[in-house]
């Protein structure tokens, strides 16, 4: 049964950083390109970042871009999103989502874990 | 940047009756590289249809996807007490992967 559990949430103060950490299981982790997605409390789904399942192609939403950065450890079947000078729109709920089919990275979002909540806030 | 507008913001509808929901693309979406997605209360998505057109793995047959360019639709054949939610369109044939704003669907 593929498993994504994400970690790293918390309260964080604007200017500061987390990192979020994503454990994958049930499926060869490093087949899969892999996706971060947020949801801000009430609002609609908006995509973050991807990354290729080799890492050589990662794509950043112009909202996060010089501020996150996503990384994936295929040994340790990890995703990773460094979330660095957090402001309060960056208060959402995050989630983890593994790409539908293997070896591509343009594909819809298959799996998801069930989030991990990051409250920006003073 | 591909933005989507879905359409109606909300819909409501009896079990049993015919839910048709609209994705509309600000330019053409790449090699109808379009999903839909659903969503409840206090859970993650789950994906529904890929391709603009094919049913991901275990989604029944009474959705379907349709559409291609920049007109996309999911069709809901006929209404389940469990089909009351919200869906979201995405396109991932270009970066950013933009989501549409989201549809509720809501028990009339």
């Known amino acids: 049964e593929v498993q994504l559990v994400e970690s790293g949430g918390g309260l964080v103060k604007p200017g500061g950083s987390l990192r979020l950490s994503c454990a994958a299981s049930?499926?060869?982790?490093?087949?899969?390109?892999m996706n971060w997605v947020r949801q801000a409390p009430g609002k609609g789904l908006e995509w973050v970042s991807s990354?290729?399942?080799?890492?050589?192609?990662?794509y950043y939403a112009d909202s996060v871009k010089g501020r996150f950065t996503i990384s994936r450890d295929n040994a340790k079947n990890s995703l990773y999103l460094q979330m660095n000078s957090l402001r309060a729109e960056d208060t959402a709920v995050y989630y983890c989502a593994r790409g539908y089919f293997d070896h591509d990275i343009l594909t819809g979002y298959g799996n998801w874990g069930q989030g991990t909540l990051v409250t920006v806030s003073s | 940047e591909i933005v989507l507008t879905q359409s109606p913001g909300t819909l409501s509808l009896s079990p049993g009756e015919r839910a048709t929901l609209s994705c509309r693309a600000s330019q053409s979406v790449s090699s109808n590289y379009l999903a839909w997605y659903q969503q409840k209360p206090g859970q993650a998505p789950r994906l529904l249809i890929y391709?603009?057109?094919s049913r991901a793995t275990g989604i029944p047959d009474r959705f379907s996807g349709s559409g291609s360019g920049t007109d996309f639709t999911l069709t809901i054949s006929r209404l389940e007490p469990e089909d009351f939610a919200v869906y979201y369109c995405q396109q991932y044939g270009s970066s950013p992967y933009t989501f549409g704003q989201g549809t509720k669907l809501e028990i009339k």
């Open positions: 391709g603009a057109s």
């Open positions: 049930g499926f060869t982790f490093s087949s899969y390109s």
């Open positions: 990354i290729s399942s080799g890492s050589s192609y990662i």
